[in-house]
């Protein structure tokens, strides 16, 4: 079993991991969708659909180095295409409409109380491939939880996994690599954060597969509960 004696502070990823992305997203999709009668996608294929695309526009964003657009963008962009890809017109005023839910994403129910149990231990900060005022609003309103830090990949100009977001981070806590542990339920994070020197605990919600690499995570967990039990 894992030895996290030397943990100080848990990074959090936010949008996935913290936040629950797809039901909070589905049911503005579905509503979106409603005005668009012919067309045959569900809400949650749409989501899969847009979810993909959105992460291989961070990927390129990060790989072609043309300046760092932001996580908002990469979003706008990915609905840009997957509307298309589902013979949808994708008018200003459509994108507009789809893109609203993001304001109203909501937290896995278990969240709060494992971050309230966790507090007790380590510092709780989230690292996040999210812009700074958007985290800002999520953490404030969304989340509605007082963490010791939020830090933006905006700072590096590049997407997690890039190794450059996972020091700088642990440079900004003045910590030691080996002082931090990401916790996502991404498992490209987790990869990234362990080639980095970090600790890694995957929040395997999506019961997905984990890479094959030798970046394995220190801990897999199926949710924040397991997540307490196994740090604590």
Same mark, same amino acid.
């Given at each position: 079993?894992?030895?996290?004696?030397?943990?100080?502070?848990?990074?959090?990823?936010?949008?996935?991991?913290?936040?629950?992305?797809?039901?909070?997203?589905?049911?503005?999709?579905?509503?979106?969708?409603?005005?668009?009668?012919?067309?045959? &996608?569900? !809400?949650?294929?749409?989501?899969? /659909?847009? *979810? #993909? =695309?959105?992460?291989?526009?961070?990927?390129? $964003?990060?790989?072609?180095?043309?300046?760092?657009?932001?996580?908002?963008?990469?979003?706008?962009?990915?609905?840009?295409?997957?509307?298309?890809?589902?013979?949808?017109?994708?008018?200003?005023?459509?994108?507009?409409?789809?893109?609203?839910?993001?304001?109203?994403?909501?937290?896995?129910?278990? &969240?709060? !109380?494992?971050?309230?149990?966790? /507090?007790? *231990? #380590? =510092?709780?900060?989230?690292?996040?491939?999210? $812009?700074?005022?958007?985290?800002?609003?999520?953490?404030?309103?969304?989340?509605?939880?007082?963490?010791?830090?939020?830090?933006?990949?905006?700072?590096?100009?590049?997407?997690?996994?890039?190794?450059?977001?996972?020091?700088?981070?642990?440079?900004?806590?003045?910590?030691?690599?080996?002082?931090?542990?990401?916790?996502?339920?991404?498992?490209?994070?987790?990869?990234?954060?362990?080639?980095?020197?970090?600790?890694?605990?995957?929040?395997?919600?999506?019961?997905?597969?984990?890479?094959?690499?030798?970046?394995?995570?220190?801990?897999?967990?199926?949710?924040?509960?397991?997540?307490?039990?196994?740090?604590?």
């Amino acid at each position: 079993m894992a030895n996290f004696t030397e943990t100080k502070v848990l990074t959090f990823d936010l949008f996935g991991t913290v936040l629950d992305l797809g039901g909070s997203l589905t049911p503005f999709i579905g509503e979106s969708l409603e005005a668009h009668a012919a067309v045959d &996608v569900s !809400a949650d294929e749409f989501w899969a /659909q847009w *979810r #993909y =695309r959105q992460r291989i526009e961070q990927y390129q $964003d990060t790989i072609m180095m043309l300046g760092h657009s932001g996580y908002l963008e990469t979003v706008r962009r990915a609905l840009h295409y997957t509307l298309r890809r589902n013979g949808i017109h994708a008018s200003s005023d459509t994108v507009q409409k789809f893109m609203q839910g993001w304001q109203q994403l909501s937290p896995f129910p278990e &969240v709060l !109380a494992a971050l309230s149990q966790l /507090q007790s *231990r #380590y =510092r709780l900060v989230v690292l996040s491939n999210g $812009d700074p005022s958007f985290l800002d609003y999520l953490v404030r309103e969304r989340v509605a939880w007082d963490f010791d830090a939020v830090i933006s990949v905006t700072s590096v100009g590049a997407f997690k996994p890039h190794p450059a977001v996972y020091r700088a981070a642990a440079g900004q806590l003045e910590l030691e690599v080996n002082e931090c542990l990401m916790v996502s339920a991404n498992s490209f994070d987790i990869m990234g954060a362990r080639a980095c020197g970090y600790g890694g605990a995957f929040v395997n919600r999506y019961k997905l597969p984990y890479e094959d690499t030798p970046y394995q995570p220190d801990v897999t967990v199926r949710d924040f509960t397991e997540l307490t039990e196994a740090l604590l």
